[in-house]
C-alpha cells in the first residue's frame, strides 16, 4: 500500500472485523475526521506483527513449499471501490496457469492462542480480503508466541460475504451522509436488505 493511502476514504479488513463485532460509532468518527485512530505504534503485538511479516512469509514458503509474492499488494471491490483489502502476499500453487491462487495473511498471536480462535477474530477481516479481492482461499500463517507455528486455509463463505458486504454498504452510507449510527449494530441485522435507523427505512442493494 502506498504510505499516503488515506484508510478514512475506505473500508478495510481491519474495519470490517469492527462493523462485524458492532463497534460502529467509533469507527464512524474516525472515517469521518471527527476523531484520530489509536495510535498503534507502542502497542506491542501490533508492533511485533508487522516486523515479523517478511519473516513469517518466508517461513510459510519454507513449510509449506508455495511461493508467495505480490507482497503488500492492494485490491479494490470492482462495484463498491471504497471497500479496499491490503494483503500480505498472493500464493501460487495450482500449476494450472492462473498468476495466483489464494492469499496469503499473516499473524503474530500470543502462545496460548490456537487456529480456531484465530479463525474466529479475524472471520470479517479474512471474508472481507476474499469479497474485495475476488479469491476463493486464504491462507493464515501463523506464529503463537515463539515456539509454535502453524497454516490455516479458510475458504470463501459467500453467505456471510452477503451479510458483510450488507453491513460496509450501510456504514459507508453514514459516513456520505455525515449522520452518525447508532453505536452497536448487531450483524444478523444484515440477513435482510433494508436496515431502519430509527427514523428511515436504508435499503441495502444486494449482491447481483
Known amino acids: 500500500m502506498k504510505k499516503d493511502f488515506d484508510r478514512?476514504?475506505?473500508?478495510?479488513?481491519?474495519?470490517?472485523?469492527?462493523?462485524?463485532?458492532?463497534?460502529?460509532?467509533?469507527?464512524w468518527q474516525e472515517k469521518t475526521g471527527e476523531t484520530e485512530g489509536a495510535d498503534l505504534s507502542d502497542v506491542l503485538?501490533?508492533?511485533?506483527?508487522?516486523?515479523?511479516?517478511?519473516?513469517?512469509?518466508?517461513?510459510?514458503?519454507?513449510?509449506?513449499?508455495?511461493?508467495?509474492?505480490?507482497?503488500?499488494?492492494?485490491?479494490?471491490?470492482?462495484?463498491?471501490?471504497y471497500m479496499y483489502a491490503h494483503v500480505d502476499g498472493l500464493v501460487k500453487d495450482d500449476g494450472e496457469g492462473r498468476p495466483y491462487d489464494?492469499?496469503?495473511?499473516?499473524?503474530?498471536?500470543?502462545?496460548?492462542?490456537n487456529p480456531k480462535k484465530v479463525a474466529d477474530n479475524y472471520k470479517a477481516q479474512l471474508q472481507h480480503y476474499l469479497m474485495v479481492a475476488g479469491y476463493s482461499k486464504i491462507y493464515v500463517s501463523?506464529?503463537?508466541?515463539?515456539?509454535?507455528?502453524?497454516?490455516?486455509e479458510v475458504t470463501e463463505d459467500k453467505e456471510f460475504q452477503d451479510q458483510l458486504?450488507?453491513?460496509?454498504i450501510l456504514f459507508w452510507?453514514?459516513?456520505?451522509?455525515?449522520?452518525a449510527p447508532p453505536d452497536y449494530i448487531a450483524f444478523d441485522n444484515f440477513n435482510s436488505?433494508?436496515?431502519?435507523?430509527?427514523?428511515?427505512?436504508?435499503?441495502?442493494?444486494?449482491?447481483?
Not at 142 to 152: I, L, P, R, S, T
Not at 165 to 168: F, K, L, Q
Request: charge should be neutral; charged fraction near 30%.
Open 8 to 27: 478514512k476514504q475506505g473500508i478495510g479488513g481491519s474495519d470490517a472485523t469492527r462493523l462485524y463485532k458492532g463497534d460502529w460509532y467509533e469507527l
Open 45 to 81: 503485538p501490533v508492533q511485533m506483527g508487522i516486523h515479523t511479516e517478511d519473516f513469517n512469509i518466508r517461513w510459510f514458503e519454507k513449510q509449506t513449499g508455495l511461493k508467495v509474492d505480490g507482497k503488500q499488494e492492494t485490491f479494490f471491490h470492482k462495484k463498491y471501490p
Open 102 to 113: 489464494a492469499i496469503l495473511e499473516c499473524k503474530h498471536t500470543n502462545a496460548f492462542s
Open 142 to 152: 501463523m506464529f503463537f508466541g515463539n515456539m509454535k507455528y502453524e497454516v490455516m
Open 165 to 168: 458486504e450488507n453491513a460496509e
Open 173 to 179: 452510507h453514514f459516513v456520505e451522509k455525515k449522520k
Open 193 to 208: 436488505k433494508e436496515f431502519s435507523d430509527g427514523e428511515t427505512i436504508i435499503p441495502i442493494i444486494p449482491r447481483k
